[in-house]
């Protein structure tokens, strides 16, 4: 049972009907038409075939005697609204998009030995779609990396003189793979190849005296071979002994630049498959040795090379490039392009450890699209180890060999192309070999179109039936073709308006023969049955119509698969928010219309990677390390402990990465780190550093000791600053010193030092008598 719109032109009130088993498949089709808004009704659909490209929830009755006069796109509506106004089932034309499995073989759980083209990793193998445009099928894929899986691994490595102290290094590199790549594959290949650079100037050294050996009067070493391009030494081959004995004869050369002549031979080694020996089922391994960037395209113009390199192989019968010196180098385009035709991984590496990048490779699934049609859009849900949907990933890490994961695969067409055409395309896991070839044809034609009739008399002769209408020839109108142009009277301009006081075909075409015919706009399309409708009135983002990710349907956009919002401008794509270990915005936010909105205070970055305050890995196994081993922290509780903190933990007696304090105020410290299948590994110490206590006397002596040390220094900036302040006032006072000039002889105040004042002075001599007399 659907809900229904009884009212078949607003669809604004709904009753529960009993309808057709077809009609209740369509359920969600026509749930996801906006309420109060009936798209098929409101198309400008005049044929069936019209009518499907409207909405995928369109149908078209074919009856003849369907509808009232008047209403001549009533024929497109809703499944349920067809029947509800009397059309059977049976001409209803409602085509749904299907998917057929073609070639369906299970999975492979283990390699089987020396053969291995019955080897499957993917399933299905082949798969047919049937699509109608706006409704989109999803199928699932599963994906298992097999145990024991054939490997060819080819080591090219750098022969420049810079190499000459790395070619002791591999002597033995052929034994150490081998013994590592035996635990993870019985089936394995070893191949070696060599290059140096293009012999000619400006690369090598090209004077006569270099011809046989470039390095001479070089006195650091004197000796070396000749330089060239490239050189297959070994081709692919499980004696392990061989690669060694190659490995052994070989001697550095010289080349003038820095730069090497790598690309030239990655190609070659990528092309050249009988040459170089790769299985066509096996796992392609190139390993790049070099100590220097290599030369890329457009530098061999330098040496007068303007041929554009071919791509094709051209390995002489001595296994040597020869066309180093006739074309340019090749682009970095055209690498990846041959390396991805051939399944080959490059590994850009060092002498070290290649098994384990082997290996996280191998931990790895992401699906890649081929060929993919622009006019079919994909979106991929991701299903991995935990079960949980993934919607926008294409990709599962952290595999073990063995494990199966799945994708679920939606696939929608945005239009309609020509009748017949029919499209293919290729989904295939990064690096396998397997494949999934995807067919594609159209449904956008109506069964009842097969029943054409031309000059019917159903349309009174003078038109084409199908499908339940007439085509009337130019000169005719009606549903029955049986009205001219330009019959118009009073009583047929009431059916032409949409109500009462509203203009006839909405001001926007004219009424002939009960029927508005709209007319013609330089913006766009007018339609509807009262002209209500057009094709241009839609919201824009930056001036472009339904952001260009939409249909404009009577002034609302309908959003083509994997957009959303009002015009269409919103991304419902989730691979841009996907950061690097795998998760949706790093975990500290959500992806909103293909960008990620950082929610965890203090992140940043385009999938929120950054943020500076965010708890690391360290903070987080924390409470795992305190339940585990101290029984403290959140997840005391043993249950707690056991459903939260899943991860290994290994004891050692000294470690130092991750530190925190513990409630007594000591150092844990522990590391954390992810294991190659996948798993978390916590290493922490046995037993917590706890510090002594501080000698009290040591603690007394050196807050006296500052405290006095703070008391001098006052004292020593007191005396500094009264002793200028002293100095300056000195200075004061000398100034004004020598600023003083005084006149002596006009100071009212200045006395003479010696005074002089008149004395009278009278003698008496008693008894003696002076000038005569007798006193």
């Given amino acids: 049972m659907c809900l229904q719109a009884p009212n078949v032109q607003l669809a604004t009130k709904w009753n529960i009907i009993k309808m057709h088993d077809r009609v209740k498949s369509d359920c969600l089709l026509a749930l996801r038409v906006p309420v109060g808004l009936n798209v098929c009704m409101s198309g400008s659909a005049t044929s069936c075939e019209e009518c499907l ?22 024929r497109c509506d809703l499944s349920q609204n067809l029947i509800y106004r009397g059309c059977e089932a049976q001409f209803i034309e409602h085509p749904r998009s299907v998917s057929s499995i073609l070639k369906n073989t299970p999975l492979s759980s283990k390699s089987s030995g020396s053969t291995q083209h019955d080897v499957i990793q993917i399933q299905p193998q082949k798969i047919s ?26 080591y090219l490595m750098d022969l420049s003189l810079s190499m000459k102290d790395d070619l002791d290094t591999i002597r033995n590199l052929g034994t150490k793979l081998a013994e590592e790549m035996k635990k993870l594959t019985s089936n394995f290949r070893l191949g070696f190849g060599t290059f140096v650079d293009k012999n000619m100037s400006p690369f090598s050294y090209t004077a006569p005296k270099y011809q046989e050996n470039p390095c001479n009067g070089y006195k650091p070493f004197p000796k070396c071979i000749p330089s060239f391009g490239f050189r297959n030494l070994l081709s692919l081959t499980d004696k392990v002994d061989r690669f060694n004995e190659e490995v052994q004869k070989q001697m550095v050369s010289r080349n003038r630049d820095a730069p090497e002549g790598g690309f030239d031979a990655i190609l070659q080694a990528a092309v050249c498959k009988e040459r170089i020996g790769w299985r066509k ?11 220097d960037v290599p030369h890329l395209a457009l530098d061999g113009k330098l040496a007068g090379l303007v041929q554009p390199h071919d791509g094709q192989c051209h390995l002489n019968d001595k296994n040597e490039y020869s066309a180093s010196t006739k074309m340019d180098y090749p682009s970095l385009a055209l690498l990846g392009e041959k390396l991805a035709e051939s399944n080959i991984f490059l590994i850009f590496a060092v002498t070290k450890r290649h098994y384990v990048l082997y290996k996280n490779i191998r931990s790895k699934v992401e699906l890649s699209v081929w060929d993919h049609p622009e006019d079919l859009s994909l979106a991929f849900t991701a299903i991995c180890q935990d079960g949980q949907p993934l919607p926008g990933l294409r990709k599962c890490a952290d595999l073990k060999i063995g494990d199966t994961v799945s994708f679920n695969v939606s696939i929608d067409a945005q239009n309609c192309p020509p009748q017949g055409t029919q499209k293919s395309f290729t989904i295939k896991p990064v690096g396998f070999k397997d494949r999934l070839e995807v067919v594609v044809d159209y449904r956008c034609s109506c069964g009842c179109t097969r029943l054409t009739q031309a000059n019917s008399s159903r349309c009174s002769s003078v ?18 073709c049986e009205c001219g142009e ?12 949409e109500a009462d006081g509203k203009q006839v075909c909405s001001g926007r075409g004219e009424c002939t023969c009960n029927q508005c015919w709209c007319f013609e706009s330089e913006f766009g399309k007018i339609y509807g049955t009262f002209c209500e409708c057009d094709d241009f009135s ?33 991304s419902t794509e989730t691979a841009a928010c996907v950061s690097e270990d795998g998760r ?49 922290g959140k997840f005391t509780d043993n249950d707690t402990c056991q459903r939260m903190c899943k991860d290994e933990i290994i004891i050692k007696e000294s470690l130092m990465l991750c530190l925190y304090k513990t409630e007594n105020d000591c150092v844990m410290k522990f590391t954390y780190s992810e294991h190659a299948s996948g798993q978390s590994v916590l290493t922490a110490l046995k037993e917590p550093e706890c510090a002594a206590a501080p000698d009290a006397a040591t603690v007394l002596l050196a807050v006296v000791g500052s405290i006095l040390l703070v008391g001098i220094m006052l004292l020593a900036i007191w005396k500094l600053v ?3 302040h002293d100095r300056r006032e000195f200075a004061n006072f000398q100034s004004a010193r020598s600023r003083a000039r005084y006149e002596m002889a006009s100071n009212p105040l200045y006395k003479q030092p010696i005074s002089t004042q008149p004395v009278e002075t009278v003698f008496q001599m008693h008894g003696k008598s002076y000038n005569g007399g007798v006193h």
């Avoid at 779609?129 to 691994?153: A, H, I, K, N, W």
């Avoid at 089922?281 to 100590?291: I, K, S």
């Avoid at 119509?545 to 959003?559: I, R, T, W």
């Avoid at 929610?599 to 385009?606: L, N, Y």
């Fill in 538 to 570: 839609c919201a824009r983002h930056k001036g472009i119509l339904c952001s260009g990710h939409g249909d404009c349907h009577c002034g609302e956009c309908k959003c083509h698969a994997g957009y959303i919002g009002d015009n269409c401008d919103c």
């Fill in 463 to 480: 038109g084409i039936y199908a499908c339940g209408t007439c085509r009337c020839e130019p000169g005719y109108r009606g549903a029955h």
């Fill in 722 to 724: 009264i002793t200028i």
């Fill in 53 to 74: 490209l409207i909405h995928p929830s369109c149908a078209w009755c074919a009856e003849e005697d369907f509808g009232r006069v008047g209403t001549l796109f009533s």
């Fill in 129 to 154: 779609l049937s699509l109608r445009p706006g409704d989109p099928t999803t199928f699932e894929v599963q994906v298992r990396p097999v145990e024991d899986y054939p490997v060819d691994l080819y």
């Fill in 486 to 497: 330009g019959e118009v009277g009073t009583a047929n301009l009431a059916a032409c308006r």
């Fill in 584 to 632: 949706m915005c790093s975990g500290r936010g959500s992806c909103v219309c293909g960008r990620c909105q950082c929610t965890e205070p203090g992140a940043f970055g385009d999938t929120c990677e950054k943020c500076p305050t965010c708890p690391d890995a360290c903070a987080t196994k924390r409470e795992c390390i305190e339940c585990h081993l101290f029984n403290t």
């Fill in 281 to 291: 089922e096996a796992y392609h391994l190139l390993v790049f040795a070099t100590d």
